[in-house]
């Protein structure tokens, strides 16, 4: 390996040269290869391709943990289709073939690999500083001494340490790959509810997103609302939804019940009647029709009910509850995590513990590559305050975390409950959308009996800030921020 460094003072180079032993690599690759439990062993140990030097081990490593975020088997053929050049698969053959067992002394060769990684690292890090600054005669003797014991620390650190710095060209080879993906139509992730997902551009009469970009892994939506204003029967379509496009979701009804639940998902798709279903007023055939109906909907969706206010000998904690949050979506192989309400699970619920907990929960989803669905409740006494009813941010309860941890947060509101008319619409406010236009309004026709919703379409809507005098800023594409603008975009 040859690692340039500039001087400061001069722009000279130095070319350090640090020998990297192959075979450690090598040893490391082949028994992730040919044993499964290995694999997982290492996977969690090596986060980094760029920890191997050899950019065929750079590939082969890249495209083994890309396999087990997309939670696909792993094999050489499926390898190739997340786009690991076939060159390297033929070499990842190759070295399967000449190493097939796991070595007894697995564990030194990945000593010696983290070992390697630390020699190299410290090329560009804590010596390149040292020598940049030895060079430069205008240096303060201090921070020269400084450095010189930085030196001495990193090679004290742990071996492996580091493990959240990216490596420049992993992370832009990554990052290109998404973009192409996108360009390609690959990274579109609906909801699968019409008009929220896209809007009809009247100038070219074509659908355009509304929601960038959606449902994605790794971000998390945030449903707000009043009791009642129908965010459970919005994110049961949701669940629905994402069931129909083949994506695993594990939903954790913590309000509702999970038997309440999957009844009301098998009669939302079969467009039952939920008084009848209340009521017992089926036939025989409408049951044997539900019950089919909710068994087909398990094999998608996983439940997971409410266990954070049973009686155990453990003593209750926020980070207890994480824990078993993270044991359940890893066991369940979800691609989406509906928690309904996600408050459920605070024990202390001290504003700066609840904001530690959402934000371990979006660190969370960002690192299993799920997306995450979390409902909240709207503060009751501050909309009866206001003269517009419909849900804001800063009506959630809780910490300002729901907001800052949101890609998407919409608000449910129900007219009904606050005027005399027919209780037959339901609007989605886009409170928050990380990269895209908002704030916006989505109306659609509702039949509270059938727990319908559709026919989204834009609405008019006047953003100020809780409908005080003070406005705030309107943001669209295309637009610059302005104040008490109309429309949604």
């Not at 986060?47 to 030097?53: A, D, I, L, V, Y």
């Not at 409902?375 to 003269?387: G, V």
Request: proline share 5%; glycine share 8%; aromatic share 6%.
């Amino acid at each position: 390996m040859r690692t340039r460094i500039k001087g400061a003072s001069t722009g000279d180079a130095v070319e350090i040269v640090i020998p990297i032993d192959p075979v450690n690599e090598q040893v490391v690759i082949a028994a992730a290869l040919v044993d499964d439990a290995t694999r997982a062993k290492l996977l969690p140990l090596i986060p980094r391709p760029s920890t191997f030097h050899a950019p065929e081990h750079r590939a082969i490593w890249s495209g083994i943990r890309e396999l087990a975020a997309r939670k696909l088997g792993f094999d050489l053929a499926t390898l190739q289709q997340v786009g690991v050049e076939e060159s390297a698969i033929r070499y990842a053959a190759q070295i399967a073939e000449i190493r097939p067992d796991v070595p007894e002394n697995l564990d030194y060769h990945v000593r010696a690999l983290f070992w390697d990684e630390r020699r190299s690292r410290a090329t560009t890090g804590p010596v390149a500083a040292l020598l940049d600054a030895l060079k430069n005669p205008r240096e303060d003797p201090s921070r020269v001494r400084s450095l010189a014991e930085a030196v001495g620390e990193f090679f004290k650190g742990s071996v492996g340490g580091g493990q959240y710095l990216e490596d420049g060209a992993d992370l832009v080879r990554r990052q290109a790959e998404e973009i192409e993906r996108r360009c390609e139509g690959q990274a579109v992730y609906p909801f699968g509810i019409n008009g929220l997902d896209n809007f009809i551009d009247e100038t070219l009469d074509v659908p355009k997103r509304r929601l960038i970009p959606g449902a994605a892994p790794k971000m998390v939506t945030i449903v707000t609302g009043l009791s009642g204003s129908g965010k459970s029967v919005l994110v049961a379509r949701m669940a629905l939804e994402l069931a129909r496009q083949e994506r695993r979701v594990l939903f954790a009804p913590w309000e509702p019940g999970t038997g309440m639940t999957i009844e009301l998902l098998a009669a939302l798709s079969l467009g039952l009647s939920r008084a009848d279903l209340m009521t017992g007023r089926l036939t025989a055939d409408q049951r044997a029709e539900h019950r089919a109906r909710m068994d087909a909907i398990s094999q998608y969706v996983t439940f997971f009910r409410n266990p954070f206010w049973a009686e155990t000998n453990d003593k209750p904690s926020n980070a207890r509850n994480l824990d078993l949050i993270q044991s359940h979506i890893l066991d369940s192989g979800c691609d989406v995590f509906i928690a309904d309400l996600f408050e459920r699970c605070i024990v202390d619920d001290n504003p700066s513990e609840e904001k530690r907990v959402l934000f371990r929960m979006q660190a969370m989803t960002e690192r299993l590559g799920i997306h995450s669905i979390l409902t909240a409740q709207q503060r009751l006494k501050d909309i009866e305050q206001r003269p517009d009813k419909r849900p804001t941010r800063e009506g959630v309860k809780g910490s300002g975390a729901w907001t800052e941890i949101a890609d998407n947060m919409i608000g449910v509101h129900r007219p009904a409950h606050w005027k005399r008319v027919a209780d037959t619409t339901i609007e989605a406010i886009i409170l928050k959308q990380r990269y895209g236009a908002w704030p916006l309004a989505v109306e659609f026709d509702f039949d509270p009996v059938f727990g319908a919703i559709s026919g989204g379409r834009s609405i008019a809507y006047d953003v100020t800030a809780g409908d005080s005098d003070e406005s705030v800023e309107f943001l669209s594409a295309g637009k610059r921020p302005g104040k008490k603008r109309k429309g949604d975009g």
